[in-house]
């Protein structure tokens, strides 16, 4: 078992950013894959961003410039940096983590509303 806590969501402008935390219980240096996904109103879950057996981060077009996934290993956390958000960006973000090819595990989400 894995528990992903999510952090960071709010309230933010048009052009504003933000930085989401992902805390897990177990190492993340070992995990499979992790990314962040995200569910707006009335639409699909979709991935924004996830690294998969050790490669490049692949993101989603509609994030591609703005948004950076990074993470810290010695405190088993995973970040996604939005910068310029766009109301479109409006959704609930998920950490996901599969610590190996099969496992899925998910955070309970944290809110970013963009809007003036």
């Known amino acids: 078992q894995v528990q992903l806590v999510e952090s960071g969501g709010g309230l933010v402008q048009p052009g504003g950013s933000l930085r989401l935390s992902c805390a897990a219980s177990?190492?993340?240096?070992?995990?499979?894959?992790m990314g962040w996904y995200r569910q707006a109103p009335g639409k699909q879950r979709e991935l924004v961003a996830n690294?998969?057996?050790?490669?490049?981060?692949n993101y989603a077009d509609s994030v591609k410039g703005r948004f950076t996934m990074s993470k810290d290993n010695a405190k088993n956390t995973l970040y996604l940096q939005m910068n310029n958000l766009k109301p479109e960006d409006t959704a609930v973000y998920y950490c996901?983590?599969?610590?190996?090819?099969?496992?899925?595990?998910w955070g309970k989400g944290t809110l970013v509303t963009v809007s003036s």
């Open positions: 177990g190492r993340i240096d070992i995990m499979y894959a």
């Open positions: 690294i998969i057996n050790g490669g490049s981060t």
């Open positions: 996901n983590a599969r610590p190996l090819p099969g496992t899925n595990f």
